[in-house]
């Protein structure tokens, strides 16, 4: 190893050791033990893709997830096929696009329909983890009862962790998460005319 070798690897290990230094004393520093609220929303692509990764890593730990499936109730969905053989039950809105639909009182009834089996199992202390898929759409048009949604979601059992996708989340779940992921929209095939793909897109 050359001289200038030997000094790039000594900085490199100083600059290491530092930084390993800084993350072991914020992991020392993490004591409290409970179930965390997600909110993942924003513009870009991927944010029920998050979720359900989420939901994927929790069954693959032996836990038990649960799933509320909101506005894209019409399409085929991969994660479903796989996550309802491994055990994690799913409520689906089951009506597709509000502007597929174009019927509000409609949308809202079957919107009211999941959201009672998710409130069962955002009580349920037996569930690890809750999807709340596109959920920030309910509140965003006012499907559901803005109140009532964040109190189940507040008082859920302590251990229990909440995951709420869709864009434009409102300020309120924003201040409750524990964790807010913003997905931001810089490219999009589905703008260039490239048509949604079976096992990518859903």
């Given at each position: 190893m050359?001289?200038?070798?030997?000094?790039?690897?000594?900085?490199?290990?100083v600059?290491?050791?530092?930084h390993?230094?800084?993350?072991d004393a914020?992991v020392?520093?993490?004591?409290?033990?409970?179930?965390i609220m997600?909110?993942?929303?924003g513009?870009?692509k991927?944010?029920s893709t998050?979720g359900f990764?989420?939901?994927?890593?929790c069954?693959?730990?032996?836990?038990?997830?649960a799933?509320?499936q909101?506005?894209?109730g019409?399409w085929?969905?991969?994660?479903?096929?796989?996550?309802?053989k491994?055990?994690v039950?799913?409520?689906v809105m089951?009506?597709?696009?509000t502007?597929?639909?174009?019927?509000r009182?409609a949308?809202i009834e079957?919107a009211?329909?999941?959201?009672?089996q998710?409130?069962v199992y955002l009580?349920?202390?037996?569930?690890d983890v809750v999807?709340l898929d596109?959920m920030?759409?309910?509140?965003?048009?006012?499907?559901?009862d803005k109140?009532?949604?964040?109190?189940?979601?507040?008082?859920?059992p302590?251990e229990q962790s909440?995951?709420?996708?869709g864009r434009g989340?409102?300020?309120e779940?924003?201040?409750?998460?524990?964790?807010v992921?913003?997905?931001?929209?810089e490219k999009?095939?589905?703008?260039?005319?490239?048509?949604?793909?079976?096992g990518?897109?859903w």
């Amino acid at each position: 190893m050359s001289s200038d070798d030997s000094k790039l690897q000594e900085k490199h290990k100083v600059k290491s050791q530092k930084h390993k230094e800084k993350v072991d004393a914020r992991v020392a520093k993490a004591k409290i033990e409970r179930g965390i609220m997600l909110v993942i929303t924003g513009n870009g692509k991927g944010k029920s893709t998050a979720g359900f990764g989420t939901v994927t890593r929790c069954v693959g730990h032996g836990q038990k997830a649960a799933v509320a499936q909101f506005i894209k109730g019409k399409w085929e969905c991969g994660e479903r096929n796989l996550l309802e053989k491994n055990g994690v039950p799913f409520a689906v809105m089951g009506t597709g696009f509000t502007w597929d639909t174009q019927d509000r009182t409609a949308d809202i009834e079957a919107a009211t329909e999941v959201w009672n089996q998710a409130k069962v199992y955002l009580a349920d202390p037996q569930v690890d983890v809750v999807l709340l898929d596109e959920m920030t759409y309910m509140l965003g048009y006012d499907y559901l009862d803005k109140e009532e949604v964040l109190t189940a979601i507040q008082n859920r059992p302590k251990e229990q962790s909440v995951i709420v996708t869709g864009r434009g989340a409102i300020k309120e779940l924003r201040d409750m998460a524990d964790t807010v992921s913003e997905i931001k929209d810089e490219k999009h095939a589905f703008k260039a005319g490239i048509k949604a793909r079976r096992g990518v897109d859903w």
